[in-house]
């Protein structure tokens, strides 16, 4: 198993880097083999060679630092995502692979291309709210936070369903987007430890297995009680 | 006319607020709505000096009134902390003569890092002190480059910039300009050579973008770094801090001012430095501004020392979602060599809106517990099973660590005849839920 945390010292919001720890510890409780890559800006990556990649979420002014060098990956993150192998790209991350991000001083920036959406930015007002969101196959909704200035347009495959927080074109909605085993969210920090029963179901499809073993998760499933129900009576409020 | 009514309200219902004990922004708020370019109107004293960044404006602030009353001045300050466009209203306004004119030499103001560019709008600050920019409140605030740009805009050109050197992103503020006036740490026995830490804010220089480099660091992306592509480098410092010792309790400026701490943190220092530096610059000798620094035990509430049965403790206010002010805490009381035990507490993130965000967990060096006079640890509150997941993720075992659901059960499982000192690490939003249950001195 081969995994990769792309830009792991740029695109690193807040706790990013707790995904992998998290995705490491399950696959190390199940005993299956793994090797965890680090790489950034100007290192060669060869794409194909993963089982996993992972992206996270950065400054507006970082995201268009990576993008020089993640539009070098153009074809191989294409045929990876075609492949169904497992891309999950956070915060503004996954905005790259739409075709443009057009910036606060209305500067257009051309994006992978791999999907139609577009995105526009702006720098008044920060854009935060913490989240719920439901997805189809899932019982368990997740929870999380999201920070970001800007809206999307021309998503046609949404990962969720908003039941609380900001979609991709504003309040409520839907959210990210999702083709094949790529999943892209605005959902920042370390949503795979927030959310035990989403990193259960990635590691499900990574190791091609529905019987992982789960029995240590017992704090992050606690933690995780306690803010859907946090979240909840929030909810219930408005 | 206008002027006067909106001046006599303001003074009103600061009076009758501060008898129903309510904070100081509203009769600001009041002010600004009947007439919003008030701040304008007024006649200001010859020194305005601003205060802002992510941690420390508080502190500095009260420090820097200190010393100046102290020195003969009549200063006019935030005492209360309200340091958005509100609270700088109130105060101005309440300071001043029903004509309009602030009786006070200097007018002293803490601003809110993303607010400055609303208060400075109407007011241009003769001096202007940027602490330090952190990953801070990032619930609100974005990130510290959005603080950036958001404080790039409450800047004047005629104002006096009064720099922290050691950080490369307020160092920012001041890059091709001649006329700034930079503070910093010089080296420390303390420094590492090598990052320490979860994330480094330094890796990448946030002027170009390539890859920077340090030859030290004092703590997180705090110390001497430089960019070879485009030049941006710690500037060398018109007020230093030329020696330090935490254990001893001492910092010496400049060679010559030696300054005793009641706080022993660099934090500390670094505060008192920014309030030396402004009290320079207002003509105050070094000699005269020492034994005002000397020993100064901050009124803010922010360290409270108290008792637990026979046990002695300090709560250390630490602000959530704040990485850098935690890993100042767990830093206190990892040095204090003759034991400890260490509470944290993360009940409610933030007393002043609801979130559930614990991302900022993540990015908290809890490693730096790990230590052999660190006896016991106990994670507390709403978010207990967050802090254990994300304690379980250190090397720290797990014997030493007790997970409890309410801020009076660890009061309960703290009372005990250890011999241990007690640190509570916890925030605004929590800390009374705490204190309220033991004896504070």
Redesign the interface.
């Known amino acids: 198993m081969k995994l990769l945390h792309l830009y792991h010292d740029i695109m690193n919001l807040y706790g990013e880097y707790g995904n992998m720890r998290i995705l490491t510890r399950m696959l190390e409780k199940n005993k299956i083999d793994y090797e965890l890559d680090c790489l950034s800006v100007g290192d060669a990556v060869q794409v194909a060679d993963y089982d996993f990649i992972y992206a996270g979420s950065g400054t507006e002014r970082n995201q268009k630092y990576v993008l020089p060098h993640l539009q070098t990956l153009k074809e191989e993150l294409s045929q990876y995502i075609e492949a169904g192998k497992i891309l999950l790209m956070t915060g503004n991350s996954f905005e790259l692979l739409g075709s443009s991000i057009t910036d606060a001083q209305g500067k257009n920036w051309q994006g992978l291309g791999l999907f139609p959406f577009t995105v526009k930015e702006q720098n008044r007002t920060r854009t935060t709210a913490d989240a719920v969101f439901t997805m189809e196959g899932m019982e368990h909704p997740l929870v999380g936070f999201i920070n970001k200035c800007g809206t999307i347009e021309g998503i046609d495959l949404p990962l969720f369903q908003v039941k609380m927080g900001l979609g991709n074109e504003g309040r409520g909605g839907v959210e990210g987007i999702r083709f094949k085993n790529f999943f892209g969210t605005h959902l920042t920090g370390p949503l795979l430890i927030k959310n035990p029963y989403f990193l259960d179901y990635l590691t499900t499809i990574l190791c091609k297995n529905n019987a992982l073993d789960h029995s240590w998760m017992e704090e992050e499933k606690a933690a995780y009680e306690v803010t859907l129900g946090k979240l909840g009576e929030r909810l219930a409020q408005s | 006319m206008k002027k006067f009514i909106t001046i006599i309200v303001c003074k009103l219902l600061r009076f009758v607020g501060k008898i129903l004990g309510k904070g100081s922004s509203m009769p600001g708020k009041v002010a600004l709505k009947i007439c919003p370019d008030i701040l304008n109107r007024i006649n200001l004293p010859p020194y305005i000096i601003a205060v802002t960044g992510s941690n420390g404006k508080t502190s500095t602030v009260e420090m820097i009134a200190h010393v100046l009353t102290a020195n003969g001045k009549k200063v006019a300050w935030n005492k209360e902390g309200s340091n958005q466009i509100e609270g700088v209203t109130t105060l101005v306004l309440d300071s001043c003569t029903l004509g309009g004119r602030v009786k006070a030499d200097i007018l002293l103001i803490e601003s809110d890092e993303r607010f400055a560019r609303y208060t400075f709008n109407y007011i241009t600050p003769t001096h202007y002190v940027i602490t330090n920019l952190y ?1 801070d409140q ?9 603080v950036y ?1 958001a404080l790039l805009d409450s800047i004047h050109d005629e104002t006096q910039l009064i720099l922290n050197a050691d950080d490369p992103y307020v160092s920012c503020f001041g890059y091709g300009k001649k006329e700034v006036v930079w503070f910093g740490v010089g080296e420390l026995s303390t420094d590492t050579t090598e990052f320490s830490g ?3 804010d330094g ?2 220089c946030p002027h170009c ?1 390539q890859p920077m480099s340090y030859s030290c660091y004092h703590y997180d992306h705090i110390g001497f770094y430089q960019c070879e592509h485009c030049g941006l480098k710690r500037n060398d410092t018109a007020y230093t801090v030329t020696a330090a010792d935490l254990e001893a309790g001492r910092a010496v400026i400049n060679g010559q001012y030696e300054i005793t701490l009641a706080l022993k943190s660099l934090y500390n220092i670094y505060n008192i430095l920014a309030a030396f530096t402004v009290a320079s610059l207002t003509g105050i000798p070094g000699e005269k501004i020492t034994p005002c620094l000397n020993n100064y035990v901050l009124k803010n509430g922010r360290v409270v020392t108290f008792a637990l049965g026979s046990r002695r403790g300090t709560l250390l206010t630490s602000k959530h979602e704040n990485s850098i002010s935690y890993n100042q805490s767990l830093r206190i009381a990892a040095a204090d060599w003759e034991g400890c035990d260490v509470l944290i507490i993360v009940d409610a993130i933030s007393r002043k809106y ?10 908290i060096d809890f490693q730096l517990l790990h230590q052999e006079n660190v006896r016991r640890i106990l994670l507390a509150g ?2 207990c ?2 802090l ?2 994300r304690f ?2 250190t090397d720290i075992p797990g014997e030493k660590i007790q ?1 409890l659901d309410t801020v009076e059960a660890a009061v309960a499982a703290l009372d005990n005849d250890r011999k241990e000192k007690i640190y509570v690490i916890t925030c605004f939003s929590d800390k009374g839920k705490f204190l309220s249950r033991v004896k504070m001195d």
């Open positions: 990953r990032l619930t609100r605030n974005g990130h510290p480059e959005w740009d979860v994330y480094h890796a990448y973008k609801f979130t559930g965000d614990v991302s900022w967990l993540w990015d709403t978010y099973h967050d254990a997941v379980s993720f997970v």
